[in-house]
Structure formats: structure tokens, C-alpha cells
């Protein structure tokens, strides 16, 4: 035992069994929670045998019949979606724009940038109800009001994505590119673009995924239960009126963004290949996001 | 979730000169011979869009807070009135907030020091259990390193609020947790976890927001030069000592972007607060903020408290802000 201690090159035992501690940890209350979305009986803390009952078996409050429930999923959804089409784009011109331009301009709108990707969500909420409410008041609580914010608070994460990614392109194979008589546009469509794809994919499935599971902007900005999406249905349920319905919800909520991870990771892997070896590509993923 | 790893680079300081594209008229002249030249505008029209959009939709929407804040009220159905020339600001929201958490009978107060007192210790909570783990995976993980690094970002994919359920489902008077303690005879009938626990509470920020302290952590142990360590234990320093004098050092930044980013969606936070305890006992100013939003009427304290929310934050936004626009200017020498 004593040797042991002693031991310069010992393994991290205790260290190991740290990590594992921690995985078991984080990922065990959600696989319970995964697991009693099948139960059969009302309980989510007593098992009573298996069931797809609170998917679409129970005629009445499973997630399939329950019209409330399928709106929420579809609403969060579409949110995704549309918040992913408008940001991605606008994040990846203003990122070139911001990146190459080099203004005081510029720096001043790369700290706004920052500061929305920092700033505790809450605020930023608050702040655009009162916008809605009070001065743009053409713009209706609900889809468009959430969109717009969604898309003010994940334009950062394509902004910073494409910018890193930006830095370590460089500029010469645009110019080679322009003194071999292309076009600035050319240059940019045939040769920018192209370089920046992985960036601007990595980032469009960071802010979707992000945006599934978006609850403060959401809730503030939505306008009636038409418009409340799986996250608020989840908070308002939790504790109040829960049935295993619930964690079937959150199930297919996280199928579905585990789906798009999956893809993603897929696609990037596609995206850079030839440029890193197979075993970094999961780092290389990862440091992006 | 992009940490310290993936910052934007910043205008080069002053007298870099840095890669210059063809600018100006003496520019346009020398990619003439090239063949094409970009004009002026080129560039800048890319960031137009975005420029419009954060100008509309993040520095217009603070101006309307400041209004409110600001602004007067309405006397019949007490709604706040947006006073739009700051010549009228009147500052009476303040001072009814001042009294409301500093005055006799202030009942604001506590939750400002609840506030501040979880999120110290949910940090430091995270601090201590994530780096370890984040030590572990960048150290000694070797082949098994993409995995754990999977595993590690799993909890991201899953939806905060799912996460939060599975503790709502555990912790019930009749849940797992509790019907485990009872039977292993730890306690003697079932703990009311979710009847306004500050441990609870703690416990439940430590579990939602720990993956970006993980990764954060992560993005700046696997920078450390894996020589410099090995140079230590050539040159005789135990394990311990290596750590201390060696790793810890070099990690420091990581720590503070780690803290950084833990703590400020952690103030902001009221949800967890909401599902995990509910009562006013355990209230922080993120359920004040979002009382306020709910109960007519309150519109103008809710701005004030976001203002000062602002404030009280402005230290480490700005901290972190620049700490991400150094580390750009060094990785882009």
C-alpha cells in the first residue's frame, strides 16, 4: 500500500474513479428521466413495466394525442429552423465584413458582438419585451418577436465561429485567387466560402441545437400558449400536473437535438476532410462549438 | 459555448501592420496591376446588415430600458410610461428600489445576498469537481480522449429544462433519491428536497451549468505545453509539486474564463430557482427580475433591476471580454 503511494508513475486511480463519478452523475438522472417516459403507470419514481402509453398509446394525454403538446414540439421546432436560416447568413457576412474591414467602426460593433454573447439571458429579454411592448409595437408577441431575439442573441456563436476560422484561412488564397483575374465576388464565392464551409456548418448546428432548448427569450416574447414551445411547456408542468407525458416530451426533444448533433458531426467530418486526421475530428468538432 | 478557444480577432494594435488588403487610392493602383481591386465599400457592406440588426435589436432595446427605468408612470392602471427625452428622466424607480432593498423592512435585500452567496459557492463547487475531470481528459485520457470528450459535451444536447426535470423526479418526497436514503435507514422518513432547500438550489445551478466550466477548463489544460510538465518531473518535482508550481500557473486563465462563464448565466438565472424549490426563501434576483415582468404594474422596477443587474455584472463581462480579444491578438501573431 505504502509503495504504492509512492509511486511516481501510479495511475490516477482516484482520479479515474472522479471521472466516472462525474459522468455517472451528469448522465444518470436524464437516462431515469429517459426511462420512466416508458412507463406504464402515472408514476415517474415507481416502475410499472414498459409501455409507449405517454407517446401515443394513451388516447387522451400522450404526447401523439395531446394537441398542446404537438404544437409545443412543432413550435420549438420551427423556432430552430427559422432562427438558424436568418442567423447563420447575417453571422457569416458580418463576420467577414467585421474581420476584414478593421475599423474603429468595426471594434465597436465586435464588442456589442461579445457583449450579447455574455450578457445573462434575462437581460436581453427583458430588454426586447420592453422594445415590443412599447416602442416597435408593430411587431407581434409571439413567432416574430421570438425569432428576432433568438437571432439577436445567437448571432454571436457564427460570428466567433467564422471569425476563428477566418484567422487561420488568411487572406492569400483570396488574392491568388484575384491576381489570377477573378473578381471580388468570385474570390469570395469560389474561394472564401468554400474555406469557411465547416465554420459556418459548425455554427449552424450549434445555434439550432441551442435554440431547441432556449427557454428565457422564448417565454417572454411568446404571446399566448399558441406560442410557448417544449421548454416553457416543461417548466410550466414540472411542478404542477406532471405525467410521464412530460418526460416523453423531453425525450423526443432530446432525440431530436442528439439527431442533429449526430448529422452534424457527420457532415463535418465530410466537410474537413483530408484536413485532419480521423482521430482529432471529434476534437476538431468540439473546439469549434 | 464557445469558450476562450474560438475568439474573434480584434483590430491589430497600432504599429502592427498586420496583413493589409488592397485600401485606398495607392492600394487600388497597386492591385490594379494585379488585375481586380476591391472597392472601398467592399468589406464594410458585409457588416451592414449586422451592424442594423445590433443597433436595432440590442442598443435600441437598452435605450427603451433606460426609458422605462427611467420613465414615469401611469397613474390610473399603474403601467409604466417610456419617457423617451433623457432631459426628463426621473429617477424615482431607484429610489423606490433603494428602499425596497436597503430600507426598513427591505424585503429585496436577502435575495441579493442569496443571490450572490449561491453563485459563489455553485462556482466553486463546479471549479472543484470540474478540474479534476477537465485535468484527467487532456492528461491521461489517451486514446479514449474523443469519447470522453462526447461525454463530457452530452449534456449540452440535452434541453436545461429536461435536465431539471430529472432532478424534480428524483428528488419528489416520494422520489428515488429519498426512498434510497430511507432505505439504507440514512434518514429516518423522506427530506422535502423541493420545498425551498438552499442546498438544493446550489446544488441544482452546480448541475446545469458545470458543462461549460468542463469545457472551458478543458480548452485551457490542453493548451499547457505537455514539456514543460514533463521537464518538471525530469528535473525531480513529485506529482504534487509539478501541479502546483507547473499546471496550476498555466492554467489560470482558464480558471477565471471558467468562473466567468459559469457565474454570469448562474445570476441570471431563475428557473432552476422555479422548479427546484419555488418558495421565496430561496429567491434570487433573477426571480425578482421575473416577478416583477409578471405582476402589472411592476414593469418599472423589473427595468431598474436589470439595469442594476447590468451594472453589478459590468466588471467581469468586461473582463472576460477583453481577456477573449488578448488571447485573439496572441493566437493571431
Same mark, same amino acid.
Given at each position: 500500500?505504502? =509503495?504504492?503511494?509512492?509511486?511516481?508513475? =501510479?495511475?490516477?486511480?482516484?482520479?479515474?474513479?472522479?471521472?466516472?463519478?462525474?459522468?455517472?452523475?451528469?448522465?444518470?438522472?436524464?437516462?431515469?428521466?429517459?426511462?420512466?417516459?416508458?412507463? %406504464?403507470? =402515472?408514476?415517474?419514481?415507481?416502475?410499472?413495466?414498459?409501455?409507449? /402509453?405517454?407517446?401515443?398509446?394513451?388516447?387522451?394525454?400522450?404526447?401523439?394525442?395531446?394537441?398542446?403538446?404537438?404544437?409545443?414540439?412543432?413550435?420549438?421546432?420551427?423556432?430552430?429552423?427559422?432562427?438558424?436560416?436568418?442567423?447563420?447568413?447575417?453571422?457569416?457576412?458580418?463576420?467577414?465584413?467585421?474581420?476584414?474591414?478593421?475599423?474603429? +467602426?468595426?471594434?465597436?460593433?465586435?464588442?456589442?458582438?461579445?457583449?450579447?454573447?455574455?450578457?445573462?439571458?434575462?437581460?436581453?429579454?427583458?430588454?426586447?419585451?420592453?422594445?415590443?411592448? #412599447?416602442?416597435?409595437?408593430?411587431?407581434?408577441?409571439?413567432?416574430?418577436?421570438?425569432?428576432?431575439?433568438?437571432?439577436?442573441?445567437?448571432?454571436?456563436?457564427?460570428?466567433?465561429?467564422?471569425?476563428?476560422?477566418?484567422?487561420?484561412?488568411?487572406?492569400?488564397?483570396?488574392?491568388?485567387?484575384?491576381?489570377?483575374?477573378?473578381?471580388?465576388?468570385?474570390?469570395?464565392?469560389?474561394?472564401?466560402?468554400?474555406?469557411? %464551409?465547416?465554420?459556418? @456548418? !459548425?455554427?449552424?448546428?450549434?445555434? @439550432?441545437?441551442?435554440?431547441?432548448?432556449?427557454?428565457?427569450?422564448?417565454?417572454?416574447?411568446?404571446?399566448?400558449?399558441?406560442?410557448?414551445?417544449?421548454?416553457? $411547456?416543461?417548466?410550466?408542468?414540472?411542478?404542477?400536473?406532471?405525467?410521464?407525458?412530460?418526460?416523453?416530451?423531453?425525450?423526443?426533444?432530446?432525440?431530436?437535438?442528439?439527431?442533429?448533433?449526430?448529422?452534424?458531426?457527420?457532415?463535418?467530418?465530410?466537410?474537413?476532410?483530408?484536413?485532419?486526421?480521423?482521430?482529432?475530428?471529434?476534437?476538431?468538432?468540439?473546439?469549434?462549438? | 459555448?464557445?469558450?476562450?478557444?474560438?475568439?474573434?480577432?480584434?483590430?491589430?494594435?497600432?504599429?502592427?501592420?498586420?496583413? $493589409?488588403?488592397?485600401?485606398?487610392?495607392?492600394? /487600388?493602383?497597386?492591385?490594379?496591376?494585379?488585375?481586380?481591386?476591391?472597392?472601398?465599400?467592399?468589406?464594410?457592406?458585409?457588416?451592414?446588415?449586422?451592424?442594423?440588426?445590433?443597433?436595432?435589436?440590442?442598443?435600441?432595446?437598452?435605450?427603451?430600458?433606460?426609458?422605462?427605468?427611467?420613465? !414615469?408612470?401611469?397613474?390610473?392602471?399603474?403601467?409604466?410610461?417610456?419617457?423617451?427625452?433623457?432631459?426628463?428622466?426621473?429617477?424615482?424607480?431607484?429610489?423606490?428600489?433603494?428602499?425596497?432593498?436597503?430600507?426598513?423592512? *427591505?424585503?429585496?435585500?436577502?435575495?441579493?445576498?442569496?443571490?450572490?452567496?449561491?453563485?459563489?459557492?455553485?462556482?466553486?463547487?463546479?471549479?472543484?469537481? !470540474?478540474?479534476?475531470?477537465?485535468?484527467?481528459?487532456?492528461?491521461?485520457?489517451?486514446?479514449?480522449?474523443? &469519447?470522453?470528450?462526447?461525454?463530457?459535451?452530452?449534456? @449540452?444536447?440535452? %434541453?436545461?429544462?429536461?435536465?431539471?426535470?430529472?432532478?424534480? #423526479?428524483?428528488?419528489?418526497?416520494?422520489?428515488?433519491?429519498?426512498?434510497?436514503?430511507?432505505?439504507?435507514?440514512?434518514?429516518?422518513?423522506?427530506?422535502?428536497?423541493?420545498?425551498?432547500?438552499?442546498?438544493?438550489?446550489?446544488?441544482?445551478?452546480?448541475?446545469?451549468?458545470?458543462?461549460?466550466?468542463?469545457?472551458?477548463?478543458?480548452?485551457?489544460?490542453?493548451?499547457?505545453?505537455?514539456?514543460?510538465?514533463?521537464?518538471?518531473?525530469?528535473?525531480?518535482?513529485?506529482?504534487?509539486?509539478?501541479?502546483?508550481?507547473?499546471?496550476?500557473?498555466? %492554467? /489560470?486563465?482558464?480558471?477565471?474564463?471558467? +468562473?466567468?462563464?459559469?457565474?454570469?448565466?448562474?445570476? *441570471?438565472?431563475?428557473?432552476?430557482?422555479?422548479?427546484?424549490?419555488?418558495?421565496?426563501?430561496?429567491?434570487?434576483?433573477? #426571480?425578482?427580475? #421575473?416577478?416583477?415582468?409578471?405582476?402589472?404594474?411592476?414593469?418599472?422596477?423589473?427595468?431598474?433591476?436589470? &439595469?442594476?443587474?447590468?451594472?453589478?455584472?459590468?466588471?467581469?463581462?468586461?473582463?472576460?471580454?477583453?481577456?477573449?480579444?488578448?488571447?485573439? =491578438?496572441?493566437?493571431?501573431?
Amino acid at each position: 500500500m505504502r =509503495r504504492w503511494l509512492t509511486d511516481p508513475w =501510479r495511475k490516477p486511480r482516484l482520479l479515474e474513479a472522479l471521472v466516472w463519478g462525474y459522468l455517472a452523475w451528469s448522465v444518470l438522472p436524464v437516462a431515469i428521466a429517459v426511462w420512466f417516459s416508458f412507463n %406504464s403507470g =402515472r408514476s415517474r419514481s415507481s416502475w410499472q413495466g414498459f409501455s409507449l /402509453r405517454w407517446y401515443w398509446e394513451d388516447p387522451v394525454l400522450s404526447v401523439w394525442h395531446d394537441p398542446d403538446l404537438q404544437r409545443a414540439l412543432l413550435h420549438s421546432l420551427r423556432l430552430a429552423v427559422l432562427t438558424t436560416l436568418v442567423a447563420v447568413p447575417l453571422g457569416v457576412a458580418f463576420a467577414i465584413g467585421l474581420d476584414r474591414w478593421r475599423g474603429r +467602426l468595426a471594434a465597436g460593433f465586435n464588442f456589442q458582438m461579445l457583449l450579447s454573447f455574455v450578457l445573462p439571458e434575462i437581460i436581453l429579454a427583458v430588454a426586447l419585451l420592453f422594445l415590443f411592448t #412599447n416602442l416597435l409595437k408593430a411587431v407581434q408577441l409571439g413567432t416574430t418577436a421570438q425569432l428576432l431575439g433568438l437571432v439577436t442573441f445567437q448571432l454571436s456563436y457564427p460570428v466567433i465561429i467564422c471569425r476563428a476560422r477566418l484567422l487561420s484561412i488568411g487572406n492569400e488564397y483570396e488574392e491568388a485567387a484575384m491576381d489570377l483575374g477573378a473578381s471580388p465576388v468570385k474570390a469570395l464565392r469560389h474561394v472564401l466560402l468554400p474555406l469557411l %464551409s465547416p465554420a459556418i @456548418f !459548425a455554427s449552424a448546428v450549434l445555434v @439550432f441545437a441551442d435554440v431547441i432548448d432556449d427557454f428565457v427569450l422564448v417565454r417572454y416574447l411568446s404571446a399566448d400558449a399558441a406560442s410557448e414551445p417544449m421548454s416553457v $411547456k416543461i417548466y410550466n408542468s414540472a411542478r404542477s400536473s406532471p405525467t410521464p407525458a412530460l418526460n416523453a416530451l423531453a425525450t423526443i426533444m432530446l432525440f431530436s437535438s442528439l439527431l442533429a448533433i449526430a448529422l452534424g458531426f457527420l457532415v463535418y467530418r465530410r466537410l474537413t476532410r483530408g484536413e485532419r486526421s480521423q482521430e482529432s475530428t471529434v476534437e476538431g468538432f468540439a473546439a469549434q462549438i | 459555448m464557445a469558450t476562450s478557444e474560438a475568439p474573434p480577432r480584434p483590430a491589430p494594435p497600432p504599429g502592427d501592420p498586420g496583413p $493589409k488588403l488592397p485600401h485606398g487610392r495607392g492600394a /487600388r493602383r497597386a492591385s490594379a496591376r494585379a488585375g481586380a481591386w476591391r472597392p472601398r465599400w467592399f468589406w464594410p457592406a458585409f457588416a451592414v446588415p449586422g451592424m442594423v440588426w445590433l443597433v436595432v435589436l440590442f442598443l435600441l432595446p437598452f435605450y427603451v430600458v433606460l426609458s422605462i427605468a427611467f420613465g !414615469a408612470v401611469d397613474p390610473l392602471f399603474r403601467t409604466p410610461v417610456p419617457v423617451w427625452n433623457p432631459v426628463q428622466w426621473n429617477p424615482f424607480q431607484f429610489q423606490l428600489l433603494f428602499d425596497r432593498v436597503f430600507g426598513p423592512g *427591505g424585503f429585496l435585500g436577502p435575495a441579493f445576498v442569496r443571490t450572490f452567496l449561491y453563485v459563489v459557492a455553485a462556482s466553486a463547487l463546479c471549479l472543484l469537481l !470540474a478540474y479534476p475531470v477537465a485535468y484527467y481528459v487532456t492528461r491521461y485520457a489517451g486514446r479514449r480522449k474523443g &469519447l470522453l470528450l462526447v461525454a463530457l459535451l452530452a449534456p @449540452f444536447w440535452v %434541453s436545461y429544462m429536461m435536465r431539471m426535470l430529472a432532478w424534480v #423526479n428524483l428528488l419528489e418526497n416520494d422520489g428515488m433519491v429519498n426512498r434510497l436514503l430511507v432505505s439504507t435507514r440514512l434518514l429516518a422518513e423522506p427530506f422535502p428536497w423541493l420545498a425551498g432547500q438552499p442546498v438544493t438550489v446550489t446544488l441544482g445551478l452546480v448541475y446545469g451549468y458545470i458543462p461549460y466550466m468542463v469545457l472551458a477548463l478543458y480548452a485551457g489544460l490542453d493548451r499547457v505545453d505537455q514539456r514543460l510538465l514533463e521537464a518538471a518531473r525530469d528535473l525531480g518535482a513529485s506529482r504534487r509539486r509539478t501541479f502546483v508550481l507547473v499546471t496550476l500557473p498555466l %492554467s /489560470r486563465q482558464a480558471i477565471l474564463a471558467g +468562473l466567468v462563464v459559469t457565474a454570469l448565466p448562474m445570476f *441570471g438565472d431563475y428557473f432552476t430557482n422555479d422548479l427546484l424549490s419555488g418558495s421565496p426563501r430561496t429567491s434570487m434576483v433573477g #426571480n425578482l427580475i #421575473n416577478d416583477a415582468i409578471g405582476s402589472p404594474g411592476q414593469g418599472g422596477q423589473a427595468a431598474a433591476l436589470v &439595469l442594476v443587474m447590468m451594472v453589478l455584472l459590468a466588471v467581469p463581462m468586461l473582463g472576460y471580454i477583453r481577456s477573449t480579444g488578448r488571447a485573439a =491578438r496572441d493566437a493571431g501573431r
